[in-house]
């Protein structure tokens, strides 16, 4: 059985820091490209970053690039979203995904909720 599980979410004030994880098990970690998503609540889903899977290759939405840093740890079946200089506009559930084979095998977590307020 393949599981996602997202921790590290909160609420942050403008300007602060949270680092999100990811533990997957049931999948060879490996294999897998990683990504993390978000969805604000009336907002279609968006992919943040994004991840290959020997970790050569990142890529950010442009909302983000230079804040954010997606990191991937193959000896953990981790994968991390360090997010730095948080704004409001980044409340958001962010969503935890793995897929390969260009897209046609793709598992998701639950979710973690981040709220940056002040």
């Known amino acids: 059985q393949v599981q996602l599980v997202e921790s590290g979410g909160g609420l942050v004030q403008p300007g602060g820091s949270l680092r999100l994880s990811c533990v997957a098990s049931g999948i060879i970690f490996g294999w897998y490209d990683m990504a993390w998503y978000r969805q604000a609540p009336g907002k279609e889903r968006e992919l943040v970053a994004s991840?290959?899977?020997?970790?050569?290759?990142?890529n950010y939405h442009d909302t983000v690039r230079g804040r954010f840093t997606i990191s991937k740890d193959n000896a953990k079946n981790t994968v991390y979203l360090q997010m730095n200089s948080l704004k409001p506009e980044d409340t958001a559930v962010y969503l935890c995904?793995?897929?390969?084979?260009?897209?046609?095998?793709?598992?998701w977590g639950q979710g973690t909720q981040v709220n940056v307020s002040s």
């Open positions: 995904n793995a897929n390969r084979a260009a897209g046609r095998v793709n598992h």
């Open positions: 991840i290959t899977n020997e970790g050569r290759r990142k």
